[in-house]
């Protein structure tokens, strides 16, 4: 079955740095475009960036292009995200997605404050 575990989150100041991991099984994940998601408390899940299959296409959202890079290492089946500058408006919990598929893992909380 499929499976989609996220880590790598925690508490960090502003303006520091963490790298999420996505750790994906029960599906070929090399020939799946992943995406990487965020919701804060009361709001909606919003998109934060996704990768092509090939990991030669990403796209982000507005609110972090330039601060986060998502990548992907198909030899591990895991899809990752480098937040760097982080924000107190970036705390939310961070779940990724396998790309046209609802299933969400549990997420993983990223919380920034000083």
């Known amino acids: 079955q499929v499976q989609l575990v996220e880590s790598g989150g925690g508490l960090v100041q502003p303006g520091g740095s963490l790298r999420l991991s996505c750790a994906a099984s029960?599906?070929?994940?090399?020939?799946?475009?992943m995406g990487w998601y965020r919701q804060a408390p009361g709001k909606e899940r919003e998109f934060v960036a996704s990768i092509n299959s090939d990991g030669d296409t990403t796209n982000y959202a507005d609110f972090v292009k330039g601060r986060f890079t998502i990548s992907r290492d198909n030899t591990k089946n895991t899809v990752y995200l480098q937040m760097n500058s982080l924000k107190p408006e970036d705390t939310a919990v961070y779940y990724c997605k396998r790309l046209g598929y609802s299933y969400w893992g549990q997420g993983t909380q990223v919380t920034v404050s000083s």
């Open positions: 029960g599906f070929t994940f090399r020939i799946y475009g």
